[in-house]
Nanobody, 121 residues
Framework: QVQLVESGGDLVQPGGSLRLSCAAS????????MAWYRQAPGKGRELVAR???????NYADSVKGRFTIDRDNSKNTVYLQMNSLKPEDTAVYYC???????????????WGKGTLVTVSS
């Protein structure tokens, strides 16, 4: 069974940094796009950043220049480096991945359970 497990969420002061990690485990053929979403209290889930299997990435306007997404395909892991954090970045951050279970089969979407990031003084 495929699982995504996030880690790295914490309480940090405004202006601080955090690095989130998400590792995929289980039996599968390949991982296509990987992404980070977030959901702030009382708001809907929004895309933060996405990275393709070849390393092409895109970001929400609100995090451009502050956050960096990257991945280590040898470890089936995606990271989110978050710098210059603001109180409005407070949210549960979810890992998302499109994973191909076997060759020639459409990729399936998986979600992690989330990791809480709180930015507060």
């Amino acid at each position: 069974q495929v699982q995504l497990v996030e880690s790295g969420g914490d309480l940090v002061q405004p202006g601080g940094s955090l690095r989130l990690s998400c590792a995929a485990s289980g039996n599968f053929f390949s991982i296509n796009d990987m992404a980070w979403y977030r959901q702030a209290p009382g708001k809907g889930r929004e895309l933060v950043a996405r990275i393709s299997s070849t390393g092409n990435s895109n970001y929400a306007d609100s995090v451009k220049g502050r956050f960096t997404i990257d991945r280590d395909n040898s470890k089936n892991t995606v990271y989110l480096q978050m710098n210059s954090l603001k109180p409005e970045d407070t949210a549960v951050y979810y890992c998302h991945a499109a994973i191909q279970p076997t060759s020639g089969v459409y990729a399936m979407v998986y979600w992690g359970k989330g990791t809480l990031v709180t930015v507060s003084s």
